[in-house]
């Protein structure tokens, strides 16, 4: 989000017909509980609907493919924050992704900076990048085997392991964006990451899988979410969960259907 973190006759006959209408009708009602029939997040069409989301928090924007050369210096204690999850030099991320790169082509215009990026892991620092760094981040960019690294680093960092947890929780697309999200923003471990925000919620709700119920789970969830946020200056902010993941949850599209309305930090989004 975000770590993280089963679809006419009388007597006896009569009588089984009128429970086997019953119970499909249960069955419609409990539809939307189940798994079975909906995509997961890792559908491509709900996966690019989960990058726009990302993408309308990070960066204003619904067009992700466009922030492959994204790159500037939040103030947040990440050094800089660059493409199209935000990878940062000071959490170490970056420095895989370029690792990455390197390894598929050895003479880009990054690999040079790759001592620095070492030094930086666990600081807010600059040192060994400026002046030129920012620049050369977005000449790489232009490059597909650039853009194909941010996008493996991507899914092996963040969108896999979110989907596959929230799966394991019984989530439908929307729990697998939150888990998504939330990993995009605070990572998986530390004080205030993923998997701190998950034990969180599971105090106060039992996820699917264990035989708890989906919306309360999820509110619980986002509860935890608006916690580890405000743990952080930086991420008191809470708008793309107030008025964007809140707002399909409160509708009840679990499996994130269009059409998709929501704001963040004000501005309107529309996924339709």
Known sequence: MHDIPGPTGSGRRGALAVIGASLAAVALVGARRTTAAAPGLDDPAKKEIAMKLVSSAENSTLDWRAQYGYIEDLGDARGYTAGVV?????????????????????????????PALRRLVGTDGHRG????????????AQDTAF???????????????????????????????????AMVMH????????????????????PPARGGDEMEYLNAFLDARLWAMRQEAAHRETSRVDTGQRVFLRRGNLDLEPPLDWKVYGDGYHIG
């Open 187 to 206: 990572g998986g471990g530390g004080p205030n990451g993923f998997r701190r925000i998950r034990e969180r919620a599971l105090r106060g709700a039992v």
């Open 147 to 181: 853009q194909r690294a941010q996008d493996d680093e991507r899914d092996r960092v963040y969108f896999d392991p979110a989907v596959a947890r929230g799966k394991a929780d019984g989530l439908r697309a929307l729990g697998q964006f939150a888990y998504f999200d």
């Open 129 to 140: 990048l400026d002046p030129g760094f920012p620049g050369d981040w977005r000449r790489a």
């Open 86 to 114: 935000g990878f940062c030099s000071g959490s170490g991320d970056m420095l895989n992704l370029v690792r990455l790169y390197t390894d598929r082509r050895p003479h880009n215009v990054l690999a040079g900076y790759l």
